[in-house]
């Protein structure tokens, strides 16, 4: 793939101002505004421009005053939620979908996560017909679960608490973990005693992403804690540090392991974030690094009991620059998944003795499937791999031997559901379809997956519904892979209302992932589809990097091109084609907006970034550099104006329907955002499609939502889409 010279990357910004106007135009030979029906208009934000003047750029930002999120803020933000609540309550045909949905995700049962520890077993799980996840323990393969832990005994009412993490120590006695209220991830932890389901006395606050590690002897735990500053503070989440815990002691004397300042051969940034992994079965602990949301890490090895003490004599394994995004222990070996010359990626092996990368061995190469990841039981090494939108796994054997495992379906395997313990033998992991449910298994050393009765298969039909992956043409002549799913029988005419999704960032893949709550989407004829734009990790490195910075328009203009390749293929038109994009995928999808606004019907930013330009102001801005760049250089500022859908929107454009989210305890992209885009948009369009903003109060990134929340906005969702699209049936 060839890279843009900088100089021509920056007048492909500013053209695609002009071809935004020009392209608009176009917009009115395929949509029919529909006048709104709440009978009045959304809340009107007072205009208070900031100008500023960039390394010769003349920047105007009208709402600059959202981001102090003050009471005025506050106001606004709720009756913009509460006007689009009642737009939204009023179209036909939205609380049919409403409960079409709740059955269909209330019948399954959701698995998070599954753990093991002595002879117990624990899985997260969501029970058929629950709103929240609750941590069960089973005595074996074959016992009874039994509820261990239940995040609503914590919540006041009218609110709920979200289960963030958990870890089981090594015997299975104890287990810690971290709650927090409303979906907001600040988490504080606890530990309870497996046996009676008590918590000790000790709580610790500050653990929004603990990464908890217990010692191989069960006396204690590693966590990171972040430091004591007010959580809209844009410094909240850096200088954390990575602290020991000994088991029934006061939290007061808990003792500093890793972080700024700790160890001369240990160099910390702010935006690092370290922890310390503990394995049973060997000597070894290993610091690790996170520099905010990049993946290549810098490790270091000790032994357990010094750590523990306080006194680490860290020993450097690698640093960010040696590309190594994951790591592994086996006793004395170490295992290291690297893309160091290796863009889908290859396994290094380096020992205790001589842990340095400079010194290992190659003990899985890089082959046509890209490694995701790894996982070391007593057995073996286990490898999870992506190969065209499917998942493998493989084994390596202690002599090195490699063998493919067979598995029950094709399907995906989810990565954080990849687990193996270090005392035991095998690994666990979850495998699913677009319309095939999760399904919990067990490998065993011999190649054998047994599939657990831990997720068991919901009571639906879905004998009529089917997926394909193909592949679209990017106007560079890269191919797209895009995911399809439909019902049986669908007609390629053009007129299937269609939703397509994309995100393209930090390298993360959109697996495919049972649709359970887009059924009823499927059965009134619409068709679900997502575009695996570069930015994320479909393809290895490479396809990361080919989205990413100086590099982050291929994202946008991916997800342009596979939207044009699904028209012209008939799968929809113009008038019934929807885009959807959350988190980073904001930009994606904003950015689409911004740049064709005549190409799709309904645009939907799901809590979505808006204001890159704006976003490391943000108490998780700083993280994201990173990825995104910054605004103190001048690569990194023109860099992040290219990717402000805020900084593209111009007055007078006829813009689609659009329908932004938020939820007011976001940790991760500030709520800010979406307002300023929505105030933005409904004052510059010249249409009269609607601009919506969705609130929840009682909810954040949407990853600690309860089931009804999800629900409930899933059917906002579809409702918009089928209303905007022209489907007879939900206008009013």
């Known amino acids: 793939m060839?890279?843009?010279?900088?100089?021509?990357?920056?007048?492909?910004?500013?053209?695609?101002?002009?071809?935004?106007?020009?392209?608009?135009?176009?917009?009115?030979?395929?949509?029919?505004?529909?006048?709104?029906?709440?009978?009045?208009?959304?809340?009107?934000?007072?205009?208070?421009?900031?100008?500023?003047?960039?390394?010769?750029?003349?920047?105007?930002?009208?709402?600059?005053?959202?981001?102090?999120?003050?009471?005025?803020?506050?106001?606004?933000?709720?009756?913009?939620?509460?006007?689009?609540?009642?737009?939204?309550?009023k179209i036909p045909g939205r609380d049919r979908i409403a409960a079409a949905i709740a059955h269909d995700s209330g019948v399954v049962v959701a698995v998070i996560a599954i753990q093991t520890g002595g002879s117990k077993i624990f899985s997260e799980v969501r029970p058929a017909g629950a709103n929240t996840s609750k941590l069960y323990v089973r005595e074996s393969l074959t016992g009874q679960d039994r509820l261990l832990l239940d995040p609503d005994r914590y919540a006041r009412p009218g609110t709920h608490d979200a289960l963030d993490w958990w870890a089981c120590a090594p015997d299975g006695a104890h287990v810690v973990f971290g709650i927090s209220l409303g979906g907001g991830e600040q988490s504080s932890l606890h530990i309870l005693v497996t046996a009676t389901g008590a918590l000790l006395p000790e709580a610790i606050s500050r653990t929004t992403d603990a990464s908890p590690s217990w010692l191989p002897d069960n006396s204690g735990l590693f966590y990171n804690r972040l430091q004591d500053v007010p959580r809209t503070s844009v410094h909240y989440e850096e200088d954390s540090v990575c602290w020991f815990h000994k088991l029934g002691t006061d939290p007061a004397s808990d003792i500093k392991v890793l972080g700024k300042g700790l160890s001369p051969s240990v160099p910390v940034r702010d935006i690092d974030f370290p922890s310390v992994t503990a394995t049973p079965g060997s000597p070894l602990v290993i610091g690790m690094l996170e520099s905010g949301v990049q993946n290549e890490l810098g490790l270091y090895a000790a032994t357990a009991a010094d750590a523990a003490a306080g006194k680490p004599a860290w020993r450097t394994i690698c640093t960010p620059a040696d590309n190594v995004t994951a790591f592994a222990v086996r006793g004395a070996d170490i295992?290291?998944?690297?893309?160091?010359?290796?863009?889908?990626?290859?396994?290094?092996?380096?020992?205790?003795a001589a842990p340095a990368v400079a010194q290992a061995a190659l003990a899985v190469p890089q082959s046509a499937a890209v490694i995701r990841g790894i996982q070391a039981a007593r057995d073996a090494l286990y490898i999870l791999d992506l190969d065209a939108g499917l998942s493998g796994m493989r084994r390596l054997a202690p002599d090195g031997t490699?063998?493919?495992?067979?598995?029950?379906?094709?399907?995906?395997?989810?990565?954080d559901s990849f687990y193996a313990d270090s005392l035991q033998d095998g690994a666990w992991f979850l495998l699913q379809g677009w319309v095939r449910p999760p399904v919990a298994c067990h490998v065993a050393p011999n190649g054998t997956v047994t599939q657990t009765d831990i997720a068991p298969s919901p009571p639906l039909d879905l004998s009529s519904y089917t997926s394909e992956e193909i592949f679209a043409p990017a106007r560079d002549g890269i191919r797209i892979p895009l995911s399809i799913v439909y019902r049986q029988g669908l007609k390629r005419d053009g007129q299937a209302p269609l939703l397509l999704e994309a995100y393209g960032a930090y390298g993360i893949t959109l697996d495919p992932v049972f649709l359970a709550r887009w059924l009823p989407f499927l059965d009134l004829g619409g068709v679900f589809a997502v575009a695996h734009v570069r930015g994320g990790g479909e393809r290895g490195e490479d396809w990361h990097m080919a989205?990413?910075?100086?590099?982050?328009?291929?994202?946008?203009?991916?997800?342009?091109?596979?939207?044009?390749?699904?028209?012209?293929?008939?799968?929809?038109?113009?008038?019934?084609?929807?885009?959807?994009?959350?988190?980073?995928?904001?930009?994606?999808?904003?950015?689409?907006?911004?740049e064709r606004p005549d190409l799709a019907s309904v645009v939907i930013s799901e809590v979505g970034v808006s204001d890159a330009l704006r976003s490391e102001f943000s108490p998780n801005g700083p993280p994201n550099i990173p990825e995104f760049g910054s605004v103190t250089t001048e690569s990194g500022f023109h860099g992040l104006l290219a990717m402000d859908a805020y900084q593209h929107v111009h007055d007078g454009v006829k813009y689609p329907s659009v329908l932004l989210t938020t939820g007011l305890n976001d940790p991760r992209v500030a709520p800010w955002e979406a307002t300023k885009m929505t105030a933005r948009l409904q004052a510059a369009t010249a249409s009269n499609n609607p601009v919506l903003l969705r609130v929840e109060a009682d909810a954040g990134h949407g990853i600690g939502s309860t089931r009804a929340q999800r629900d409930r906005e899933t059917a906002d969702l579809i409702a918009f889409i089928l209303w905007r699209t022209g489907d007879p049936r939900f206008q009013p």
């Open 2 to 89: 060839r890279a843009l010279h900088r100089r021509a990357f920056l007048a492909s910004t500013a053209v695609s101002l002009v071809a935004a106007r020009a392209n608009a135009a176009l917009a009115q030979s395929y949509m029919t505004p529909v006048q709104d029906i709440a009978g009045q208009g959304p809340p009107v934000a007072p205009v208070r421009p900031v100008t500023e003047t960039c390394y010769g750029v003349k920047i105007t930002d009208r709402y600059r005053w959202m981001e102090s999120e003050d009471a005025g803020w506050q106001n606004y933000v709720r009756a913009q939620g509460a006007y689009t609540a009642s737009v939204l309550a």
């Open 335 to 352: 295992y290291l998944l690297s893309h160091q010359h290796a863009s889908r990626y290859q396994i290094l092996k380096v020992s205790a």
């Open 402 to 415: 490699v063998t493919n495992i067979k598995l029950p379906f094709a399907g995906s395997i989810d990565q």
């Open 547 to 594: 989205g990413k910075t100086q590099q982050k328009f291929h994202s946008w203009q991916d997800m342009i091109d596979c939207a044009s390749f699904l028209i012209s293929e008939r799968w929809t038109s113009h008038r019934r084609l929807a885009v959807v994009g959350g988190s980073a995928g904001g930009i994606t999808v904003g950015r689409l907006l911004t």
